[in-house]
């Protein structure tokens, strides 16, 4: 049920960003959501469309962009896809290391968190 949490702080923002701006009816909204989140955009768009009826958002397009993780290296620098070694458990959930020197001092620059990016509405 992780989706239904993220997805009842995505609603919330959505309708407290509308009012705030007096808006009267949501037409779209832009979610950006990151690979290391393991979220099902699937089921967080499901829960988005069913928490947002009886609203003035009922029925806006949904729009989910999925973010890719991305690394610095604090070691060598090195900026991009980190490094997956299944083997060696390092996998799509971290701990994540550098392609080039092989460190595991590596700061994630993108692909973490979800973000609501964009709200379309009508005023
Ligand atoms: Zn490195």
Known sequence: ????????EIA???????EENKGIRVLSIL??????????????????QELLKGSIAEGAEINIKTIRVRIQCEF?????????????????LGPYCCP???????????GGGCTLRQIRMVR
């Open 12 to 18: 919330k923002t959505v309708l407290d960003t509308a």
């Open 100 to 110: 080039k020197c092989k460190s595991f001092q590596v700061k994630v620059k993108k």
């Open 1 to 8: 049920m992780h989706e239904f949490s993220i997805s009842s």
């Open 31 to 48: 979610l950006e959501i990151g690979e290391m989140t393991l979220l099902s955009v699937e089921q967080v768009k499901f829960w988005v």
């Open 76 to 92: 060598c620098q090195h900026q991009g896809r980190p490094f997956f070694d299944q083997q060696e458990g390092v996998g799509h």
